[in-house]
């Protein structure tokens, strides 16, 4: 699974860096190296699609419910202070 | 904001002629005025979409869900007090986290000595470990490559019950900031100059936080979504 050629940046780097690929806070030589890498890389490119896949697996917990009892209990609050303003 | 003010005195913000609020986009502004002239509609809508993340930015700072339920309250309280006296220099939600950051802040002041963080919990391991790996540094070839890659995911299992609730249990386990951090740009989709600002860290620091708390989250599904063997 290791690089098919040699190149300048190795796996365990390229994986400390793609935060930094995917929000665009690489500086251009080192975002060419790593693409470079990817590349030729097997192992990286699954990783990156990996943590691309948690990315958006994690999203998805914003998508949960709001319990009756708290909106019941935050429209009481709204309530009480529209009745003292 | 350029000259210093003559005596000790504070500087005081001009008046923000209505309509004007810099900070303040247009949305923002139709909210404040509904919720001012006592819409339900228009503060359940705010509700919506705040306080599940209001909750999780909570929860980095007291030590249980209950409590953390308490202090999102308590700032609502604090926000609908504050409303109308709001002038609009910052985002409408950003004015709202720093009430909740500061809630929260007060409640984990007084919590934190008599329990124990979450993310100080011992780590279930139900899962196989991922088995990746690096060679060492001083290997001949290939220093710092893979010695074993990441095996390939069964990727639909990433969508399903299972997967949300690893994810969440692993977010509840991070440190405080990496969680904060996390929560913010993955679960609510902030962007990262509105992290930076509510948490007071630079955008440098806020990525490694982030990719710290990405590889454990990633890490945390990797034995388990891994593709079954044929």
């Known amino acids: 699974m290791s690089a098919a050629r040699p190149t300048d940046i190795a796996c365990q780097e390229v994986v400390e860096l793609l935060t930094d690929f995917l929000e665009g806070a690489l500086d251009r030589k080192t975002r060419t190296r790593l693409e470079q890498h990817l590349v030729l890389c097997p192992g990286c490119t699954e990783y990156l699609r990996q943590l691309r896949l948690t990315i958006g697996a994690t999203r998805r917990l914003s998508e949960a419910e709001l319990p009756e009892h708290v909106r019941t209990a935050l429209l009481d609050v709204f309530r009480h202070w529209r009745e003292g303003a | 904001m350029a ?110 000595r008599s329990t124990p963080f979450s993310s100080l919990a011992p780590v279930d391991s139900d899962a196989p470990p991922s088995p990746e790996t690096f060679r060492p540094p001083d290997d001949p070839r290939w220093p710092g490559h893979w010695a074993q890659g990441p095996e390939p995911w069964a990727d639909e299992r990433l969508f399903n019950a299972e997967a949300a609730r690893r994810i969440r249990s692993e977010i509840e386990r991070l440190p405080p900031n990496q969680r904060q951090v996390i929560t913010l740009r993955d679960i609510e989709d902030w962007d990262s100059s509105e992290v930076c600002e509510l948490l007071g860290i630079s955008e440098a620091n806020q990525r490694v936080l982030l990719h710290r708390a990405r590889t454990r989250v990633r890490k945390a599904l990797a034995g388990w979504a891994r593709r079954a063997e044929p």
């Open chain 2, 3 to 112: 000259s210093p003010e003559p005596s000790g005195k504070t500087l005081e913000e001009p008046p923000v002629p209505p309509g004007s609020s810099p900070g303040l986009s247009a949305e923002d502004r139709l909210v404040l005025q509904r919720i001012a002239a006592g819409d339900e509609k228009a503060f359940l809508a705010l509700v919506e979409r705040n306080h599940r993340a209001m909750v999780r930015v909570a929860l980095s700072y007291v030590p249980s869900e209950a409590i953390a339920e308490e202090v999102v309250q308590e700032a609502w309280i604090g926000i609908v007090q504050g409303i109308a006296k709001f002038e609009g220099r910052c985002p409408l939600r950003a004015w709202m986290f720093r009430i909740l950051v500061n809630c929260a802040r007060m409640r984990g002041g007084r919590e934190a």
